[in-house]
C-alpha cells in the first residue's frame, strides 16, 4: 500500500513540475494581494507594520483557496479520479497524499515567500521566525479545509465561485490563531498558545478532514 | 425488547405518511405559537417593568434571545438530519435538513438585525466585532454555504448528500470557531442565570420571556412542518399519490 500510495505522491509531484507556471499562479496572487493593502491604506511604515500579521495571513489564505479550486479538477476531467476510487486503496489515504503534494507545491511556496512580504510590510524582522512557523501549521489545515470545499464542488459547472463560499467561514479560526501568534510575536510577547492551537487544529485536521473529503469525492463521482 | 416497539419510526420515512402528519400538526403549532407570543409580547412590552440599568431598551431581548437560540438549534437540526440521511440513505431526512435550512438562517438573520438595532443605543454603535456578533454572523455564512451548495446540483439527490457532508464539517467547526471568537474578542453580556435561588432575572421578566421562547420555537415547528410538505410535493412531484392528495 506504501507503495501505491508513494506512487501517486510522484505521478502528483511530476505533473506539478510539468506544469511550473501553473505552480507560480498562487504565489504570484500571495504577493500581489499583499501588496494592494499599502496601496489602499497608506505606505506609512507605523501603519504597515501594526497591520502586517493580519494583510500576511489574509493573503495567505486567500492565495491557498485559490490554488486549491484546481485540486481535483483535472483528475476528475480525464477520469483518474474514477480510477482511484475504484482501486483497491482506501481513497482516505489516497486524498490525504493528494492533500499533502498540494501543500507541497502551493502552500510550501507560500511559506517560503512570507518573509519577503514580512520584509515589505515592515514586520520586525526578529518575530520572522513566529510568522513562517504559524504560516506553516496554518496553511496545512487550510490545504485540508480547502480539499473538502474542492472535493464538494469538483462536479459543478459554477464551482468556482461556490467553492470559497463553503470554505471561508470554516478557515475563520486558523485566520484567527494564525494572524494572532505572528501579531503577539511582533510585539515581543509568547506567541506559544496560539501555535499549539494551530497545531492541534492540524492534528485534529489530519485526523478527520480525509473522511469528509472522501465522502464528498464519492458524492461528486456518483452525480 | 420487544423489536417492534420502534417500528412506527419506519412511518416517517413514508412520503405521504409525512406530508399527513405534517399536514395535520401545523395548524396546532401555528395557533399556539399565535396565542403564546401575543401572551409573550403583552407580558414583556406592558407590564415587565423597564431594566434599572437598561430602561425600556432591554425589551428587544423577547426577539433576540429566542431568535439566537432557533438560529443555533436549527443547526443542529440540519446536522442531524444531514447525518441520519448519510448514514441510513433516508432521503426525507435530506428533505428535513433542506426545508430547515432557510428558516435557521432567517433566525440568525433576525438575531444580527435585532442585536445590533440594541447595540446602538447600550453600546453607541450598530455593529462591533464582538464574539457572539461575530460567531452569529459566520453561523449565517455556513447557512448560506449550506442552502447554496444544495441548490447548486442539478440533481437534488447529489445536492442533498454534498451539503450533507458540508453540515457536518460545519458543525464538527462550529465549537472551534466560536471559542476562537470568544477568545479573540468578547464584549457582549454573559450568560444570565435563569433559575433557581441565585436567578439573575426578575420573575416578571423571565415568565414573557420564557412564552416567548415557547411560541417562537412553535413558530420554527409550524414554518418547518409547511416547508417539509412543500418539499416533499416537489420531490415526489410524480408519484401517484400526490395527485390524489390535491384533488
Known amino acids: 500500500m506504501s507503495r501505491a500510495l508513494s506512487a501517486i505522491v510522484g505521478r502528483d509531484l511530476r505533473l506539478a513540475y510539468r506544469h511550473r507556471g501553473e505552480l507560480a499562479t498562487p504565489v504570484i496572487f500571495f504577493v500581489m494581494v499583499a501588496s494592494l493593502f499599502p496601496l489602499g491604506l497608506s505606505p506609512r511604515p507605523e501603519l504597515l507594520s501594526s497591520i502586517a500579521a493580519g494583510v500576511v495571513w489574509v493573503a495567505a489564505l486567500l492565495a491557498g483557496l485559490i490554488g486549491q479550486q484546481t ?13 482511484l476510487l475504484l482501486g483497491p486503496l482506501p481513497l482516505e489515504a ?62 459543478l459547472r459554477q464551482g468556482g465561485m461556490l467553492m470559497p463560499v463553503l470554505t471561508l467561514p470554516l478557515a475563520v479560526p486558523v485566520l484567527i490563531f494564525g494572524a494572532q ?35 464528498a469525492l464519492r458524492v461528486s463521482l456518483e452525480s | 425488547m420487544d423489536k417492534h416497539s420502534w417500528a412506527w419510526i419506519h412511518r416517517f420515512a413514508s412520503p405521504p405518511y409525512l406530508y399527513r402528519v405534517a399536514g395535520l400538526l401545523t395548524p396546532w403549532f401555528a395557533w399556539s405559537s399565535l396565542l403564546l407570543m401575543a401572551i409573550g409580547l403583552y407580558g414583556g412590552l406592558w407590564t415587565s417593568p423597564p431594566d434599572y440599568q437598561q430602561g425600556d431598551g432591554f425589551r428587544i431581548i423577547y426577539i433576540h434571545v429566542p431568535s439566537a437560540y432557533l438560529s443555533m438549534m436549527c443547526y443542529g437540526l440540519v446536522a442531524a438530519a444531514s447525518a441520519i440521511g448519510l448514514i441510513w440513505r433516508l432521503k426525507l431526512a435530506h428533505a428535513v435538513a433542506t426545508a430547515a435550512a432557510p428558516i435557521g438562517a432567517s433566525f440568525t438573520f433576525l438575531a444580527l438585525v435585532t442585536g445590533s438595532l440594541w447595540g446602538k443605543p447600550m453600546w453607541g454603535t450598530y455593529w462591533v466585532w464582538d464574539a457572539r456578533l461575530t460567531s452569529e454572523l459566520i ?19 447529489s445536492g442533498d448528500r454534498a451539503a450533507a457532508v458540508l453540515a457536518l464539517v460545519g458543525v464538527v467547526n462550529l465549537p472551534i470557531i466560536h471559542y476562537s471568537v470568544v477568545w479573540w474578542s468578547s464584549l457582549h453580556q454573559g450568560s444570565t442565570r435563569f433559575f433557581g435561588t441565585d436567578a439573575e432575572i426578575a420573575t416578571s421578566m423571565l415568565i414573557p ?27 415526489e412531484r410524480n408519484a401517484a399519490w400526490i395527485a390524489e392528495v390535491l384533488t
Open chain 1, 94 to 155: 489516497v486524498v490525504l497524499m493528494r492533500v499533502t503534494t498540494h501543500w507541497l507545491t502551493t502552500g510550501l511556496p507560500i511559506v517560503i515567500l512570507s518573509p519577503l512580504m514580512g520584509l515589505l510590510m515592515a514586520y520586525p524582522s526578529e518575530a520572522m521566525g513566529t510568522l513562517i512557523l504559524s504560516l506553516t501549521l496554518g496553511t496545512a489545515v487550510l490545504s485540508l479545509l480547502g480539499a473538502v470545499g474542492a472535493a464538494l464542488t469538483v462536479g
Open chain 2, 139 to 157: 453561523l449565517l455564512f455556513l447557512y448560506f454555504g449550506f442552502i447554496a451548495l444544495g441548490r447548486a446540483y442539478e440533481d437534488f439527490r
Open chain 1, 181 to 215: 501568534a505572528a501579531a503577539q510575536a511582533a510585539h515581543g510577547e509568547d506567541p506559544a498558545g496560539a501555535l499549539y492551537l494551530l497545531a492541534a487544529m492540524l492534528v485534529l485536521g489530519i485526523t478527520l478532514a480525509p473522511f469528509a473529503i472522501a465522502a
Open chain 2, 209 to 235: 420571556l420564557l412564552l416567548m421562547l415557547v411560541g417562537f420555537t412553535c413558530l420554527f415547528a409550524a414554518c418547518l412542518l409547511k416547508r417539509i410538505q412543500v418539499e416533499i410535493l416537489e420531490r
Open chain 1, 71 to 83: 485540486l481535483f479538477k483535472s483528475d476528475f476531467e480525464d477520469g483518474s479520479l474514477e480510477q
